[in-house]
C-alpha cells in the first residue's frame, strides 16, 4: 500500500497541487437518438399546415334577392360560377297574399273559440253558465264580424283578373262566417238549441270554403312571379 501522502498527490499535475488531471469527458446524453422521432413529426405538421394554406378557398353560397327576381350564385374552388335566375311574385301580389293569410288564421281562432263555447254548452251537464255562454257567442259574433269586413275591403291588386275570381270567393265565404256566427248567437237565445247547432255547423262549412280559396289564392300567386 502506498504511503498517505503519495494518495494525496496523486491525480495532480507536478509542481502545481492545486490543479486537477483533466479526466475524460463523457456524454451528457446517453440516448441522443431519441430526439429524431419528434423531430420529424413537427415537420410534419408544419408541411400539412403549410399545404392546406395554399388550397383555394371554397366560396358561401351567396343569394341575392329583390322585388322581381332572385339570384342565386354558386362558386366552387376553381373559379367557376353558376348562376341561376328565379323571378318573384310582384310585392303587390305577396302583400295581399300575406293580408289573406293573416285573415285565415284569425278566422282560425274565432272557430276555435265558437267550438268551445258551443261544446260547452251542449255537454250534459253543461259545464258553462247561461251569461258566459251568451258573452262568448256575442265576442265571436263581433270578431266574425271584423274578420269578414277585413276580406272584403282587401281588394287584390289591379290587373290580376285570377286573383280578382279568387278574392270573391273569399269575400262570399267571409260573409257567410259573418252571417252564420250572428245566427249562432241568435240560436242561443232561442227556445231551441237546434237553430244554435245549426249554425255552427254553417260556420265551419263556411270556414273550409275559405280556407279552400286561401289555398286557390296562393297557388295562383306563385304564378304571376315575373310578371
Known amino acids: 500500500m502506498r504511503p498517505a501522502a503519495e494518495r ?69 374552388g376553381d373559379g367557376e360560377t353558376t348562376t341561376t335566375v328565379a323571378a318573384a311574385v310582384p310585392a303587390e301580389v305577396q302583400a295581399y297574399v300575406d293580408k289573406m293569410t293573416e285573415s285565415k288564421a284569425e278566422l282560425a281562432g274565432i272557430e276555435a273559440d265558437l267550438l268551445d263555447v258551443n261544446s260547452q254548452q251542449d255537454a250534459q251537464p253543461r259545464l258553462i253558465e247561461y ?52 245566427d249562432a248567437r241568435v240560436g242561443f237565445e232561442g227556445p231551441s238549441a237546434q237553430p244554435r247547432r245549426d249554425a255552427v255547423a254553417a260556420f265551419q262549412a263556411a270556414s273550409v270554403e275559405f280556407n279552400t280559396a286561401h289555398n286557390a289564392l296562393v297557388a295562383a300567386a306563385a304564378e304571376t312571379a315575373g310578371t
Open 131 to 182: 251569461q258566459d255562454a251568451l258573452a262568448g257567442f256575442r265576442d265571436v259574433e263581433e270578431r266574425s264580424s271584423v274578420f269578414a269586413d277585413g276580406v272584403e275591403i282587401a281588394a287584390p291588386p289591379s290587373g290580376y283578373e285570377t286573383l280578382a275570381t279568387i278574392h270573391a270567393d273569399l269575400a262570399t265565404a267571409a260573409g257567410k262566417i259573418r252571417a252564420s256566427a250572428r
Open 8 to 76: 494525496e498527490t496523486a491525480g495532480t499535475l507536478p509542481g502545481s497541487a492545486n490543479v486537477l488531471v483533466p479526466m475524460t469527458s463523457r456524454n451528457p446524453d446517453p440516448k441522443p437518438g431519441r430526439w429524431i422521432l419528434p423531430l420529424i413529426i413537427v415537420g410534419m405538421v408544419g408541411f400539412t399546415y403549410f399545404f392546406v394554406q395554399q388550397l383555394p378557398e371554397t366560396q358561401a353560397e351567396e343569394t341575392t334577392t329583390t322585388a322581381s327576381t332572385t339570384t342565386t350564385s354558386t362558386s366552387n
